[in-house]
């Protein structure tokens, strides 16, 4: 089992920035990590994800050039920069795990119970 545990989420104005964090358990440091999203009435969506050593990254397209998906195995984190974030970036944040990077982003095996980011105009 994987254990992920969110923090950092917030309100924070249009513009403004955020860094969530994921906390994991120690087995997470060999598997793809990535985040995904639910706005209020919408379904979940892919955000970014990671390969197990940090040197595969993906984005959606939403969110490419503002957001940065990182980890430190040693710590046994992963870390999401948010930029000139946007009142469509409002949602719950969901750290995601899976042995597969190819997995990652479409049908990650383990889930955190997410952290609320709500953006302000």
């Known amino acids: 089992q994987v254990q992920l545990v969110e923090s950092g989420g917030g309100l924070v104005q249009a513009g403004g920035s955020l860094r969530l964090s994921c906390a994991a358990s120690?087995?997470?440091?060999?598997?793809?990590m990535g985040w995904f999203r639910q706005a209020p009435g919408k379904e979940r969506q892919f955000v970014a994800a990671i390969s197990w050593n940090g040197d595969m990254t993906d984005y959606a397209d939403s969110v490419k050039g503002r957001f940065t998906i990182s980890r430190d195995n040693v710590k046994n984190t992963k870390y999401l920069q948010m930029n000139s974030l946007k009142p469509e970036d409002t949602a719950v944040y969901y750290c995601?795990?899976?042995?597969?990077?190819?997995?990652?982003?479409?049908?990650?095996?383990?889930w955190g119970k997410g952290t609320l980011v709500t953006v302000s105009s």
């Open positions: 995601v795990a899976s042995s597969r990077f190819t997995t990652v982003s479409r049908m990650p095996s383990y």
């Open positions: 120690e087995r997470a440091s060999a598997y793809a």
